[in-house]
Structure formats: C-alpha cells, structure tokens
Nanobody, 122 residues
Framework: VQLQASGGGLVQAGGSLRLSCAAS????????TGWFRQAPGEEREFVAA????????YVADSVKDRFIISRHNAKNTVYLQMNSLKPEDTAVYYC????????????????WGQGTLVTVSS
C-alpha cells in the first residue's frame, strides 16, 4: 500500500483547507490512518487519527474543535478538514497507516506518505 497526501497550500489565518490521503496498491482494509505534522526545526507531532471503520477518531488538543478527520473507504481516502487555521499550524503534514487501531504515536505506523506543505499567513 502506498499513501499519497495532497491538498496543502497557502492560506490566510482563519481560512480552511482539506487534506486528502489516498491509498493505492493492495487492500487498505483494517488500516487505521493518522495525520502528523512537522514544522521547521520542530519534532513531528500527532494531529489526528481514525480507525479503519471510522467509528473511532482521535484529535490532538491543539487542533480540537478546528480539525476534523474522516474517511471514505470506497475511495480509499482519508481527509483532514482544517478550519480556523492559525500561523502555528504551518507545517508539512504527513499521513500514515497502520494495520491495527488508531494511535497518536508515530512509531506505531508502518506506512507513510510523502507529506504536503501547509502554510498559514498572518
């Protein structure tokens, strides 16, 4: 399975973006998906995760009430809807997959996409 993240770009503070993580290759069944981000000079941090069924979601406190994670399994795609963006949300966003439940720990994930850059201007 390969993961392809897309949807990043430049947006003004207060704006919105929707990131997509598309899976290709063999079946994505039973794979939970997570989003992580890494700002320049910072460590990678957890943003959100969703179970294979979509029934369980986990969102970091720093983006709670602003970011929503969802998935459309028929399209093999996971989305991260980002609203009320702030300059501190500027980072490269990565999607990751693991065969098991969702997790906020990056080392639990075995599949990683290439990342998409989100830049929020003030």
């Amino acid at each position: 399975v390969q993961l392809q993240a897309s949807g990043g770009g430049l947006v003004q503070a207060g704006g919105s973006l929707r990131l997509s993580c598309a899976a290709s290759g063999r079946t994505f069944i039973n794979y939970a998906t997570g989003w992580f981000r890494q700002a320049p000079g910072e460590e990678r941090e957890f943003v959100a995760a969703i179970s294979w069924s979509g029934g369980s979601t986990y969102v970091a406190d720093s983006v709670k009430d602003r970011f929503i994670i969802s998935r459309h399994n028929a399209k093999n795609t996971v989305y991260l809807q980002m609203n009320s963006l702030k300059p501190e949300d500027t980072a490269v966003y990565y999607c990751a997959g693991r065969n098991g439940p969702g997790s906020s720990v990056d080392r639990d994930y075995t599949l990683w996409g290439q990342g998409t850059l989100v830049t929020v201007s003030s």
